[in-house]
């Protein structure tokens, strides 16, 4: 069972809304990520958890905060979102081997009004 | 650095025909993996298949093929008998394997691909 799933599916906020993606997999998988993808981009990385640990941070602005509550969870908050953060938010998640394959979600389309 | 080049941005084929999306890559380090994802248009990443720099045979998955030829750093995938499902976005990426087990991936640019009856 290779499923990442995603919450919500599709989102629109105003630049002074409060919201969270949520993230989930049930495949035992240590490693989860946050990608950003504008239309017709490849995606860029945005954050790696690693045993729930935050282990990397592409530089990406304060108002994207994201949390690993547990091995399985993943989430990232937005306040304060600007116009040009429209994009699709893609979850992925990996085993931390060597060869280890990321797995997608079907990711959440976010619109900032 | 770490470089992924596809030059075709989009390529149409025929159904049930085979069709090539050319990748290639350039690393200076010896052990790398390469990876193949197809993004329909609902947006999900769907991963296709993977070679590793060190593996002797090219990798095949179903209709999937990737011709891997180290020497020209090209990791070109073959897809047979192409269905109107096909039709996607399809991205070549790579990782190499030392220091640490995160998969940083980096992406090429995509090559659209269009499937007609």
């Known amino acids: 069972d290779t499923e990442v799933t995603q919450t919500p599916k599709h989102l629109v906020m105003g630049m002074t809304n409060k919201k969270s993606l949520k993230c989930e997999q049930h495949m035992g998988h240590r490693a989860m990520y946050w990608y950003k993808q504008k239309a017709k981009k490849p995606p860029e990385l945005m954050f790696v958890y690693s045993y729930e640990k935050l282990s990397i941070n592409e530089s990406v602005p304060s108002r994207f905060s994201p949390e690993c509550p547990n091995s399985s969870l993943l989430n990232l908050h937005l306040h304060a979102l600007q116009p040009e953060d429209s994009a699709l938010y893609l979850c992925?998640?990996?085993?931390?081997?060597?060869?280890?394959?990321?797995?997608f979600g079907p990711g959440t389309r976010l619109t900032v009004l | 650095a770490q470089k992924i080049t596809q030059t075709q941005p989009g390529m149409f084929v025929q159904e049930k025909e085979a069709v090539t999306l050319d990748c290639t890559y350039d690393?200076?380090?010896?052990?790398?993996?390469l990876f193949w994802y197809k993004q329909p248009s609902s947006g999900e990443m769907i991963f296709l298949i993977y070679?590793?720099?060190?593996?002797?045979q090219n990798a095949t998955e179903g209709r999937y093929s990737l011709n891997f030829q180290k020497a020209r750093k090209s990791a070109n995938l073959v897809i047979s008998a192409s269905q109107l499902g096909d039709s996607a976005m399809y991205f070549c990426a790579m990782r190499v394997l030392r220091g640490s087990t995160l998969g940083r991936l980096y992406f090429g640019r995509g090559t659209q691909l269009t499937v007609w009856p």
């Open positions: 690393t200076s380090d010896p052990s790398y993996g």
């Open positions: 070679q590793g720099s060190y593996d002797q």
């Open positions: 992925a998640s990996s085993q931390p081997t060597r060869t280890d394959t990321q797995y």
